[in-house]
């Protein structure tokens, strides 16, 4: 799962042009919005689309779901992991 989580964090920079920051720098467990990196929903739909892409797993449609598997590198981490197995 680490390596899935610095995939994630690398994907996360080069999907969202983050140049000022490395994976080394973002904790898995910071939060991805509000105080954490500071997100906003424009770079939620970017990187959801990057993870479509890259990792082929469905999103579902339900906001309280997304807001959670978005919370951090750690819950994206658990969310593809558990959508790679189910399929």
């Known amino acids: 799962m680490v390596n899935l989580e610095q995939e994630l964090k690398q994907l996360l920079i080069e999907a969202l042009n983050l140049e000022d920051i490395s994976p080394?720098?973002?904790?898995s467990g910071t939060p991805l919005f509000g105080e954490g990196l500071g997100l906003d929903s424009i770079d939620a739909l970017e990187l959801g689309v990057a993870?479509?892409?890259?990792?082929?797993?469905?999103?579902?449609?339900?906001?309280a779901t997304m807001r959670h598997h978005f919370a951090s590198i750690a819950n994206l981490a658990r969310f593809v992991e558990g959508a790679r197995d189910s399929t």
């Open 24 to 27: 080394e720098q973002i904790d």
């Open 51 to 63: 993870i479509r892409r890259k990792y082929k797993v469905k999103m579902d449609a339900e906001p």
